[in-house]
């Protein structure tokens, strides 16, 4: 049973940054593309980025993107997002996940284990 813990989530105020991590609690994920999504409240949960296995292709929704960057620790790991210049808008659950397969990818049906999520708040 693979296990996600989530950390690093907060209350920042707009322009501020915060960096998540998600780690593996059990079983390894380095072989598995990661990625991040959210969930504000009254919506669905939306893909925030992704990083393949190596860590040498990564994907970001256009809401974030030159915002926020993804990345794998040296052993592949452990999984980074790191939030600069945040909005009130980026308020959300954010949850990490792990892939079914090596490549990085948006599609949230492409990814099988989750954490619980971590919360996220960005004053005004």
């Known amino acids: 049973q693979v296990q996600l813990v989530e950390s690093g989530g907060g209350l920042v105020q707009a322009g501020g940054s915060l960096r998540l991590s998600c780690a593996p609690s059990g079983r390894t994920f380095s072989n598995y593309a990661m990625g991040w999504f959210r969930q504000a409240p009254g919506k669905e949960r939306e893909f925030v980025a992704s990083?393949?296995?190596?860590?040498?292709?990564?994907y970001y929704a256009d809401s974030v993107k030159g915002r926020f960057t993804i990345s794998r620790g040296s052993a592949k790991n452990t999984v980074y997002l790191q939030m600069n210049s945040l909005k009130p808008e980026d308020t959300a659950v954010y949850y990490c996940?792990?892939?079914?397969?090596?490549?990085?990818?948006?599609?949230?049906?492409?990814?099988?284990?989750w954490g619980q999520g971590t919360q996220v708040t960005v004053s005004s």
């Open positions: 996940a792990r892939g079914t397969a090596s490549r990085a990818t948006s599609l949230e049906a492409e990814y099988h284990y």
């Open positions: 990083i393949s296995w190596s860590g040498g292709t990564t």
